[in-house]
């Protein structure tokens, strides 16, 4: 029962909704401060989402109903997932089990997979072409992050995210060496591909392929995946508190995770919109080349 | 032992009379062959259940239950039972190259040697079944479509080439040995240079039926031209059991494997994993690019039993299992796809997922997606945390060289799997999605769908319960036929079952979020879809194929795939090249002239007679 308690209210669902639309509204607020804006009140998330329920659900003709309604909702299942094991392991590092980091990992998979076939049921190319720069993103920052992600698993000696935890609350943080600050920087850089920001917002590009996969959505699929969406803007950035810099208590770990934020706002809003080969050239070289100079220093113990 | 000698006969006898039944009488031949394969598999259960044991054959130990072999039977029987229900209706009654009564008859004669391969306990015996088994999948390529001739004859060669080497093998571990009784034989690759051919031997054996590169060629070239059952039965699952058992065999019973050894298996294993899914992502045919895979999954085999610790055993094991599942689900579900459009070519097909298409297979060809892909909770995650978790403890324990080639194989292989997804996603955008003007196809015979159904459960099912189902009964125990034992408890491990439940409880939200918004008075409308305000001509539209294209046209890349069209790569190439080269050398010497052929007749004999008298 008390599971269930972890994921449905907290770390789970309720608790990374609700931070998750702070998230956003932070997000929202520093953007608008940067283009000299005021910014949305507290509340415009949550009206933004009950405004989306009440509105009608529009499917486009001939495609699969249930493919296209279900698809939003295992992505909000999978990352919901995700910040209970990534806040369990800061708030309780002992409950996690071993190889949690892999599973991590691959749920994150999980919300670009729903984006993707959610594009490709809409039965419209804009969305197809989308979903298709989706997955090419995908394959583009994999190797960097996980290269990132391998710099911890060295430095802290485990695969399993309590003990990574445990590690840094006894010895200094990953971020405090030359190697972790190394794969840090990557590993913000593929969060923001991975959450869709720019310069790494090639799938949506609102200007060019009108939002991509996202183009036929409407009413409840849409807002359950901007809920996914604001979710993810929580969990990853504490995925990289808990994985660089975790401390013992919470609140400390909620700042962090305000700085990361922060950081990863201040670059969308400074940076031009690359595209898709540039991307998959960009992580592919820089990225994987810095990772990997992460990776040895770390080998070599620095 | 007479149950083994019924096992071995029952679906060899009932091939037999299937081959005469007259070709009018298909079903009799059809039930037949279904009869005779359920009957196997009840065999195979008792089998099951027997403790580990050899049975005694003319004064010799020829077969021998152990822990390992006890489940592999039963899944090759099943997808014995699955396979010929299937093909039932694959192969249209009218056709006029429609298969003949032997079809049956081989994939029949295909099990029992298969079963035969896997319990026996003599390397010669062994070795019988093995060629046995590369002589019907010949048949069975060409049991179909005329212009798969090439194709036959290449997977002949390579396959059959190997088995010569195998051969060669075994008569060294028979030199060095004395016995070829499998499980007395022990020796180390270490210190005996002999015994490390041997190994490589029978290494490049279980490599060429399992299609680990560089001997996967055949599988690529024979999968366009070959029905997709047969596919399905042979290169996806038996070959791929009976390959990966070989290399568990010798890897772990037969031989103790030098560390540098084994680096050079993991070597390969992680070559196999990318250079065949970069493949993939470029094939524009149906079951072309679903053969790259099939290699390309061997490479995670490899890397679990190389990594030579408990986990990574256990996880390489399982995976082989769960490969076979998905992937004869893909080629089933190909096949069908095949049988209702006429055609495997990616830019021709489209817009099968609705209602009006073919939406049990799309359910079956998803999940097998996902679990290819290793998306959690499917069973395809389970064996790949597994191996990870092989590879992670290998760099743990190992020297700083090993440490780096575990850290290279690991990223290969996490890479791999991202790759896999976008080849699949590709794949069911072109087959399932994409843009098209709606024929009305229609699902498939039940006969067809409930093999890919059931077998797309399995993922869920192996997934979802690994720990209380497959790993108890088939994986776990097995790993104490190679003396080994999973070290802790598995309290500690990931929990499928939990996380599915979590993730359940959260769809229900998702469906409550829904309800919700019908309560505020939402509808659900259909509309027609928005392209900036454009009507989209019917001839445009986008089909997948080219969504790497952005990939390819990396330098590098383009220039590999070049290379790769040449096939540069193909060892079976560059063997015809080298044996064409000897030829024409030879050919040169054939003028037709007398005396040069008196001449050298003459030369031949002094030499001959130089070399046995001189002494």
């Not at chain 1, 995908?138 to 710099?151: G, Q, W």
């Not at chain 1, 920001?197 to 849409?222: H, K, M, N, R, W």
């Not at chain 2, 093909?87 to 035969?116: E, H």
């Not at chain 2, 459009?341 to 060809?365: E, N, S, Y």
Request: proline residues 4%; contains cysteine; positive net charge.
């Amino acid at each position: 029962m008390s599971t269930f308690f972890d994921y449905l209210i907290f770390p789970g669902f309720l608790f990374s909704a609700v931070f998750g639309m702070l998230a956003v509204y932070i997000d929202r607020k520093v953007s608008a401060r940067v283009q000299w804006r005021k910014g949305p009140p507290l509340l415009q998330p949550v009206y933004d989402f009950v405004k989306l329920l009440g509105k009608e659900i529009s499917v486009p003709e001939q495609t699969s109903v249930f493919t296209f309604l279900s698809a939003p909702v295992f992505g909000l299942a999978a990352i919901t997932l995700v910040s209970v094991i990534v806040w369990n392991a800061m708030l309780v590092p002992g409950k996690t089990f071993i190889g949690d980091l892999i599973v991590v990992i691959y749920l994150l998979a999980i919300p670009s997979i729903a984006v993707i076939i959610g594009g490709f049921a809409s039965n419209n190319p804009i969305a197809s072409i989308g979903a298709s720069r989706e997955m090419k993103l995908i394959l583009s920052y994999e190797i960097p992050f996980i290269l990132s992600i391998l710099t911890v698993i060295i430095k802290t000696g485990s695969i399993r995210m309590g003990d990574i935890v445990t590690y840094q609350l006894a010895n200094p943080a990953v971020i405090t060496s030359a190697s972790g600050i190394i794969a840090f920087i990557v590993a913000i850089l593929c969060i923001q591909a991975k959450l869709c920001l720019t310069p790494f917002d090639i799938p949506e590009a609102e200007q060019e392929i009108i939002a991509g996969p996202a183009v036929e959505y409407s009413g409840t699929p849409l807002a359950i995946f901007k809920l996914t969406k604001w979710i993810m803007l929580f969990v990853l950035p504490s995925f990289l508190v808990a994985l660089f810099m975790p401390s013992a208590d919470f609140l400390y770990n909620l700042l962090k995770f305000a700085g990361v934020l922060v950081i990863i706002i201040l670059i969308k809003n400074t940076n031009p919109r690359l595209r898709i080969d540039q991307a998959v050239k960009f992580f592919w070289t820089y990225g994987a080349g810095l990772s990997l100079i992460a990776v040895i220093l770390a080998l070599i113990g620095l | 032992m007479d149950l083994i000698l019924y096992l071995l006969a029952v679906p060899f006898v009932a091939g037999l009379v299937c081959a005469v039944i007259p070709k009018k009488q298909r079903l009799i031949a059809e039930l037949l062959a279904l009869a005779g394969s359920i009957a196997v598999f009840l065999m195979t259960f008792i089998i099951f259940r027997t403790n580990p044991v050899n049975f005694q054959l003319f004064g010799l130990e020829l077969f021998r239950i152990d822990n390992f072999n006890r489940f592999l039977v039963l899944f090759i029987a099943l997808f014995g039972i699955l396979v010929i229900l299937y093909s039932t209706k694959f192969f249209p009654k009218t056709d006029k190259f429609s298969i003949s009564s032997f079809y049956y008859t081989s994939v029949l004669w295909s099990i029992s040697a298969a079963l035969g391969c896997v319990l026996a306990n003599n390397l010669i015996l062994m070795l019988v079944f093995w060629g046995f088994l590369g002589l019907t999948l010949y048949v069975l390529i060409q049991s179909n479509s005329p212009d798969s001739k090439d194709a036959a004859k290449k997977t002949f060669i390579i396959v059959g080439g190997s088995d010569c080497l195998m051969i060669l093998g075994i008569a060294i571990i028979w030199v060095l040995t004395g016995t070829l009784q499998m499980d007395k034989i022990f020796l180390s690759t270490a210190d005996s240079t002999l015994a490390l051919t041997a190994f490589l031997c029978l290494a490049i054996g279980a490599f060429a039926k399992a299609g680990a590169m560089p001997f996967h060629t055949w599988i690529p070239d024979m999968a366009p031209v070959t029905p997709a059952p047969v596919i399905a039965l042979l290169p996806a699952s038996l070959d791929k059991l009976l390959g990966i058992y070989l290399l568990a065999r010798i890897s772990l019973n037969l031989f103790s494997l030098s560390l540098p050894l084994t680096a050079f298996l993991m070597f390969i294993g992680a070559v196999t994993i990318i250079a065949a899914v970069f493949m993939a992502m470029i094939q524009h045919d149906l079951k072309k690019l679903l053969s790259y895979h099939a290699v390309s999954q061997v490479g995670y085999m490899i890397l679990g039993l190389a990594t030579g610790n408990p986990v990574g055993i256990a996880g390489g094991i399982f995976h082989m299992l769960n490969n076979a599942i998905y992937k004869s689900c893909f080629f089933l579900c190909g096949g069908s796809i095949e049988k209702k459009t006429g055609t495997t070519d990616l830019d021709k097909l489209g817009a099968l997922a609705g209602k009006a298409g073919m939406p049990l297979t799309f359910a079956a060809f998803f999940i097998a997606s996902m679990s290819i892909s290793g998306v959690p909770p499917f069973n395809g995650f389970v064996s790949k945390w597994m191996i990870y978790q092989g590879l992670i403890t290998q760099f743990q324990n190992a020297s700083p060289k090993f440490q780096i080639i575990a850290l290279v194989c690991l990223v290969a292989a996490m890479f791999g799997s991202a790759l896999t997804l976008a080849s699949f996603m590709k794949l069911i955008h072109a087959i399932f999605f994409a843009q098209k003007k709606n024929e009305q196809k229609g699902e498939v015979n039940w006969q067809m769908w409930l093999p890919q159904l059931l077998l797309a459960g399995l993922c869920i099912v192996f997934g979802v319960f690994a720990f209380a189902l497959p790993l108890k009964y088939f994986i776990i125990p097995s790993l104490s036929a190679f003396n080994l034992q999973l070290s802790g408890n598995l309290i500690g491990f990931w929990q499928p079952e939990l996380a599915t439940m979590l993730l359940i409880a959260c769809i229900i939200i998702g469906i409550i979020i829904f309800l919700a918004s019908f309560s505020l008075g939402s509808v659900i409308k259909r509309h027609k879809i928005f392209i900036g305000g454009e009507v989209l001509p019917e001839n445009q539209r986008v089909t997948g194929v080219d969504f790497y294209q952005t990939i390819k046209e990396i330098k590098i890349f383009d220039q590999t795939y070049a290379l790769a069209q040449k096939k540069v790569f193909d060892i079976y190439d560059w063997g015809k090249a080298i044996v064409n080269a000897f030829a024409s050398a030879l050919a040169l010497m054939h003028t037709g002239n007398m005396h040069i052929y008196l001449a050298m007749s003459i030369m031949g004999l002094t030499i001959l007679l130089y070399v046995f008298l001189g002494k």
